[in-house]
Each structure stands twice: as structure tokens, then as C-alpha cells.
């Protein structure tokens, strides 16, 4: 399985994703899920996967053999995020057409989830959660989150603290806390994580991070999270 998160609020975004990757106990390997396409000043787009890896895989290398193109048009000529989540759309659907049957017949689906981000010079930066279809909804005000993969340990933190006034280490930190919650209850989710925070109107990538296994900041914040749980639970009241 896989986690990854990203969160919008008003001085940016954050993203961050796993990079573990597993067919059965004796096939696990370590697998960026994040990808960063940039041209400083101009834009920056942040995508972040989950499901097949075969097939999120093709879809990362028919967005690379485009990113200049005009028909089909690329993620480095297009002129918004709309845009840009529309042609993931079609790459993701131009891929199910060429596999889609071949998987099936081996007793496979086409499974895949895709969080695409950024920010495009004239506008402001945006989230979308694109699905297996093409189709795509974005991220709102209201729930400044998106999530993919195995998502319901991280959930409850972000609900709790992720508001779009939320500064933006705050929201970079939720993040990490959220990723520690899943991987103290889902073994298929494992580090490295990569870390991304874009601040609002830089249209450059300027903070990034990878948190490798034993990462003495990561682990402090995880045991510290821990212990607070267990204090707040011991000084609720008793049932009456």
C-alpha cells in the first residue's frame, strides 16, 4: 500500500508522500511516489501516487515524453492547474485504453489514485485528487486536505488541526504527525517519507525533504505525539 497527503492553506501547500512499495512479504523496495516538474518563476506542479505501480508508473513517463508539448498540450506549457489535472486526466485514461484488458485478464485492476498540486504563475495554487477514470475534483476551503492510499489512520489529526489559516509549519507538521499515526497501525506503509512544502507565490521549489528510517527529529515527534495521546486519555474523566 501507500500513504501520501497533501494540504492547502493560505500561505501554501504541503505535500508529502511514502516510498514503500511491496508485491507479498519477499518483494519490498523503496519507490519515490512523488514527482516535481519546475521551471522557476513560471511554475511549479507536485504529483503524488498511489495504486499499480506499473501503471503509475507509465503515467509519470507519458507526462515526462510531453511536458513541452502543445497537441497534446504538456504540464510545462499549460496555462493552469485545470489544465494540468486535465491532461493527467487523459494520460490516466490513454493508459487504461492500452492496459486496462491485460490486466483483467491476469485478475488485475486498473487501480490507481493521483493528488496533483501547485502553483502556475497568474493564479493561485491549487490541489486536485484525480481518479482511475480521468476525472478529478479539487481541494476546498472547507476541507483543505486530499488523501490517497491508506488513508484512515492519517485521517483524524488532519481533520482536528488542518484549517486554511493554519500556518503553513503547522500544516507541514500535521502532515509528519499524520504519517506517524500510519505507520504505528499499517506495516504497509513505511519511510522513507518525502516531504514538500511550497510557499504561496515563490513558483520555485525551495523546501524539500526526505525523512530516512531513524530520523531523530521524525522519531522525536512521533514518540512525543504518542506519549501527549496517552496523557490527554488519562486525564479525561471516568465514565459515571
Not at 493552469?80 to 486535465?86: D, M, N, V, Y
Not at 500510519?182 to 506495516?187: A, G, H, I, K, W
Amino acid at each position: 500500500m501507500t500513504y501520501c497527503c497533501a494540504i492547502a492553506v493560505d500561505e501554501g501547500l504541503v505535500f508529502a508522500s511514502d516510498t514503500r512499495t511491496n508485491a507479498g512479504p519477499d518483494h519490498i523496495a523503496v519507490v519515490p511516489k512523488m514527482s516535481v516538474w519546475e521551471r522557476p518563476g513560471d511554475r511549479v506542479i507536485v504529483m503524488l501516487v498511489s495504486g499499480n505501480l506499473a501503471i503509475t508508473q507509465k503515467v509519470c513517463s507519458r507526462l515526462n515524453e510531453r511536458l513541452d508539448g502543445e497537441t497534446p498540450p504538456g504540464l510545462m506549457s499549460v496555462r493552469s492547474l485545470f489544465h494540468a489535472a486535465q491532461v493527467v486526466g487523459d494520460a490516466v485514461r490513454e493508459v487504461y485504453r492500452e492496459d486496462a484488458d491485460a490486466l483483467r485478464a491476469f485478475g488485475y485492476e486498473f487501480a490507481l489514485s493521483l493528488i496533483l498540486g501547485g502553483q502556475i504563475a497568474g493564479e493561485a495554487p491549487r490541489l486536485f485528487n484525480i481518479y482511475a477514470a480521468g476525472n478529478f475534483v479539487e481541494c476546498s476551503r472547507e476541507t483543505p486536505y486530499l488523501q490517497i492510499g491508506e488513508v484512515k489512520y492519517g485521517k483524524p489529526i488532519l481533520d482536528r488541526v488542518v484549517e486554511s489559516r493554519t500556518p503553513l509549519a503547522e500544516a507541514a507538521k500535521c502532515a509528519l504527525v499524520s504519517f506517524a499515526s500510519t505507520l504505528r497501525s499499517n506495516v504497509t506503509v513505511g519511510m522513507p517519507i518525502d516531504l514538500l512544502v511550497y510557499r504561496r507565490d515563490a513558483l520555485r521549489v525551495d523546501s524539500r525533504w526526505r525523512y530516512e528510517e531513524g530520523d531523530a527529529y521524525f522519531r522525536e515527534l512521533s514518540t512525543r505525539y504518542g506519549e501527549g495521546i496517552v496523557e490527554v486519555f488519562r486525564s479525561l474523566p471516568d465514565p459515571r
